[in-house]
């Protein structure tokens, strides 16, 4: 599956945005999507997933409470509704998909998930 996220920008502090990563390929419902996010010198680090039909997510505990995961698997399209941003939130972010399922948990970790978009940037100005 080719992933593709948009809807960075620079937004100040406070402030909400949306992105978006369109996927190709494949459908998505055969995957549990995550986002990621990369700052300067920093490690990739998990944001948010959510599972193949969308009953279940889970949340880094930095962006709980303010970050919200969706999916359209009509639409082939995952979300990521970030409100109440902070400068900390600046990164590069990354949407995924990983083929591993399950019962009781979702991945969390960058090497469960094979497919990557090219990332969209977002700064949070203070």
């Known amino acids: 599956v080719q992933l593709q996220a948009c809807g960075g920008g620079v937004v100040q502090a406070g402030g909400s945005l949306r992105l978006s990563c369109a996927a190709s390929g494949r459908t998505i419902s055969t995957y549990t999507m995550g986002w990621f996010r990369q700052a300067p010198g920093k490690e990739r680090e998990f944001v948010a997933g959510?599972?193949?039909?969308?009953?279940?997510?889970n949340y880094d505990d930095l962006v709980k409470g303010r970050f919200i995961i969706s999916r359209d698997n009509a639409k082939n399209t995952v979300y990521l509704q970030m409100n109440s941003l902070k400068p900390d939130d600046t990164a590069v972010y990354y949407c995924?998909?990983?083929?591993?399922?399950?019962?009781?948990?979702?991945?969390?970790?960058?090497?469960?998930?094979?497919?990557w978009g090219q990332g969209t940037q977002l700064t949070v100005s203070s």
């Open positions: 995924a998909a990983s083929p591993k399922v399950g019962s009781s948990w979702l991945p969390d970790s960058p090497a469960d998930f094979g497919s």
């Open positions: 959510i599972s193949r039909y969308g009953g279940s997510s």
